[in-house]
């Protein structure tokens, strides 16, 4: 159920009214645990069980782990892990070893290629490990603090922390450290409304305006309808391929962020200007934080993260990045994206080492563009799964010079990309009288993004993230 | 601070609305095919009372031009097929004498999502009432068309008036370009439609015929001329049985498929604006 379902908001109102009403108190977190498998099962009703049986695993394998005999804690925990991801390679990978490895018309590639994929796996997947590690290693909390003795109260807690609709289908993903110790009684007066206001208009804004406008063009990204367009429009369209990818997941990340605050839990920012990094290592501190602080402190770090010389660095990273972009989907073109991107951030480590360059503007500026064209460009992996087109894109960029430029597509990616631009531009300079005019009037910029969503919203469109 | 903001929303919203109501009554502009669609779609639903006859059909007619047939209705969505333009037809529940069925593309699903957003009533009706939501009225829209005549001005600026701009279409970039677009048609003419989804549109298609002539409407079906690789192709000739067994010609009126060889495509399957008036007079000889 997407959040610009009419359906979603059918939901929402109703959750919202029955949770803080006086009847509901105690049952708070049931009334957001029964909306929140509504809201999941409403695309797709079998695939519940799915998500039921991750959420048993990790109820019982995290309270073993804590009230279990303690020289098997290791064991339990390393079995709940491979248990997640056991289930998710073989919902989200069994096509991509089909397609790879069996030929296509055996009858075993025929049954794993047809394999649902369940919405929003890969998200709930990473958040069961997440409780699993973090009751076993307690590096952030001691872990009887978020594990209840009474089993019912873990599993509500657990399958409550799994399911909770904002975050449920395309995150940010949650951590078991920063969640369990939020949950509790809410009350409708200590609810911050102007902080949950400004995160769901900026979202949907960011969604239904600039992201939801700029598929329609960018929908041209297809092979063989790019073929026909000139460098200069193609060039356009992967830039507003580039605005479009970030405005529709930190559109979904700022309305699920600003829902969660409506019943009042306080989920971690996933973007932070993304697009004004000077460096690759501060592009993936900016980008999906919640992701790539996932794969840092559950991945990179436990394979030895830059603590066992500079060659085992280098790999970490790849391997990090590389299993990172095949998170995002089950196509090799994923793994090669996080295998560039892997390889920026190792080159980059290099170079760091040797050369020490004086922290001019114009060096930053250079920098931050090198690093927004190389990101634009890696894009076109996310679009274009398929190898042989990323090439044959590329080809017609520089091929395509004699073709008249389409002024009505490349006018209308700027227009619709402008907000984003704006919106890095502005905090990049920083301007105090500016911020400050701007903080006195802030309602203006909301009320103006808030008619823009009434008249100006692009065609419906699902969030590029549901696919992962 | 939400007061305040929602009070801008207001006031923006009203000024916008008398905008519309006043200065630019009938002015509607769209920035691609995705808008077209939207505004044929509503400029039906919320008027076209009158008309007589409707086409529904994909962008294969869309290209029929309203100037051209003037007593038509043209409600053909380009990347939709024939099943939307009937979706809407019942929604609105409007008879018109005749319904011009196109049927290159009727085995394309309806798309829920396109006919979902116009007929949903929390957007159905504030866009009855107030103009100024509908489709063409989109205010970023506005300043792009601005931009656009900016930029226009500057190309006529740049521009060398003894240059002469033209493409070179027997170029091998040329062939390679038209090449890539109708090798991918080649390939999908050359199968015929999946039978699930071919089962499943007929029998959508069959309800709304049989709605329609149940209330005396008369139902006419036609199919456009592509490229003479693709029109007897599997996937043409499927989709060309399937309507032939369903609406016996002993009981439905279907204008036939004229000589692909006599008509030009610009990309296989849509017809060059030169080729549409004749296409159109072969259609009204067989139509009435």
Not at chain 1, 210 to 220: C, G, H, Q, S
Not at chain 1, 259 to 287: C, H, M, V
Not at chain 2, 5 to 29: D, E, G, H, P, Y
Request: with cysteine; charged share 15%; proline share 4%.
């Amino acid at each position: 159920m997407p959040f610009n379902s009419f359906a979603f908001l059918y939901l929402l109102a109703v959750t919202f009214v029955i949770y803080y009403s006086k009847w509901f108190a105690k049952a708070q977190v049931v009334v957001l645990i029964v909306a929140s498998l509504v809201f999941y099962a409403h695309e797709n009703f079998v695939l519940l069980a799915l998500l039921l049986f991750s959420a048993a695993v990790n109820i019982t394998t995290s309270y073993r782990i804590v009230y279990g005999d303690p020289k098997h804690r290791r064991l339990i925990a390393v079995t709940g892990v491979v248990v997640n991801l056991a289930a998710l390679s073989f919902f989200k990978y069994s096509r991509l070893f089909a397609h790879t490895l069996l030929s296509d018309d055996s009858s075993i590639a025929e049954f794993l290629i047809n394999i649902p994929l369940p919405i929003g796996i890969s998200f709930f997947t990473f958040e069961g490990i997440s409780l699993l590690i973090d009751v076993w290693k307690e590096r952030h909390i001691e872990a009887k603090k978020i594990i209840a003795l009474s089993i019912l109260e873990h599993a509500r807690n657990t399958l409550f922390f799994i399911s909770f609709f904002p975050h449920l289908i395309a995150g940010p993903i949650l951590k078991a450290h920063d969640f369990f110790p939020q949950i509790g009684t809410k009350y409708f007066k200590n609810i911050n409304w102007e902080s949950a206001f400004k995160s769901i208009v900026t979202g949907y804004f960011l969604k239904m305006v600039v992201a939801d406008n700029l598929k329609n063009f960018t929908f041209w990204i297809v092979y063989p309808f790019f073929e026909g367009q000139s460098t200069a429009t193609l060039i356009s369209l992967l830039f507003g391929y580039s605005i479009q990818i970030f405005a529709d997941f930190a559109g979904y990340s700022l309305i699920a962020i600003g829902l969660a605050k409506l019943f009042g839990y306080q989920f971690q920012d996933n973007f932070n200007f993304p697009y004004i990094s000077t460096s690759f290592r501060e592009f993936w501190k900016r980008w999906h934080i919640s992701l790539s602080t996932f794969l840092m402190e559950y991945l990179y770090f436990p394979l030895g993260g830059n603590r066992k010389g500079k060659i085992r660095t280098y790999f970490n990273l790849m391997v990090t990045m590389i299993l990172g972009g095949l998170w995002h989907g089950a196509a090799w073109s994923y793994a090669v994206w996080g295998f560039v991107h892997g390889s920026a951030l190792a080159v980059e480590r290099a170079l760091s080492d040797k050369i020490n360059l004086k922290p001019r503007k114009l060096i930053s500026f250079i920098q931050g563009l090198f690093v927004f064209l190389f990101v634009t460009f890696a894009w076109l992996l996310f679009k274009l799964p398929d190898f042989s087109h990323v090439t044959k894109y590329i080809n017609a960029i520089a091929t395509n010079t004699d073709l008249e430029t389409n002024t009505v597509m490349v006018v209308s990616i700027l227009i619709y990309s402008s907000p984003v631009v704006l919106y890095h531009v502005l905090y990049l300079m920083r301007v105090p009288t500016v911020v400050k005019l701007v903080q006195r009037v802030s309602y203006v910029p909301y009320g103006v993004m808030l008619f823009l969503i009434v008249t100006n919203s692009g065609s419906s469109g699902s969030f590029i993230y549901f696919q992962f | 601070m939400i007061k305040k903001a929602l009070l801008v929303t207001v006031v923006l919203l009203i000024a916008q609305s008398l905008f519309f109501m006043t200065i630019a009554k009938r002015s509607k502009i769209t920035r691609h095919q995705w808008q077209y669609n939207n505004l044929i779609a509503q400029n039906f639903l919320y008027g076209a009372d009158t008309f007589q006859n409707v086409i529904v059909g994909s962008s294969l007619s869309q290209r029929l031009p309203e100037a051209e047939l003037p007593e038509f209705y043209n409600l053909s969505f380009a990347g939709l097929s024939c099943l939307d333009g009937l979706e809407l037809l019942t929604y609105k529940a409007y008879l018109p004498r005749r319904v011009f069925i196109e049927t290159n593309f009727f085995t394309r699903p309806k798309d829920e999502s396109f006919t979902e957003t116009l007929e949903a009533p929390l957007l159905f009706y504030p866009r009855k009432y107030v103009p100024g939501l509908r489709e063409g009225r989109q205010p970023m829209d506005w300043v792009a068309i601005a931009l656009d005549r900016v930029c226009d001005r500057i190309n006529i600026a740049l521009r060398d008036p003894n240059v002469q701009v033209s493409i070179d279409t027997s170029s091998a970039t040329a062939k390679r370009r038209f090449d890539a677009g109708f090798n991918v048609l080649v390939d999908r003419y050359s199968k015929p439609p999946v039978r699930d989804i071919l089962d499943k549109t007929s029998s959508e298609l069959k309800t709304y015929v049989d709605k329609l002539t149940a209330k005396g409407v008369e139902v006419i079906f036609f199919e456009l001329p592509v490229n003479p690789k693709l029109c007897n192709a599997p996937f043409a000739t499927s989709t060309r049985q399937a309507i032939e067994s369903m609406f016996p010609a002993d009981h439905y009126k279907i204008i036939g498929m004229p000589d692909c060889s006599a008509y030009h495509t610009s990309d296989g399957i849509h017809l060059t604006e030169n080729e549409v008036p004749a296409y159109i007079k072969y259609f009204r000889q067989n139509a009435f």
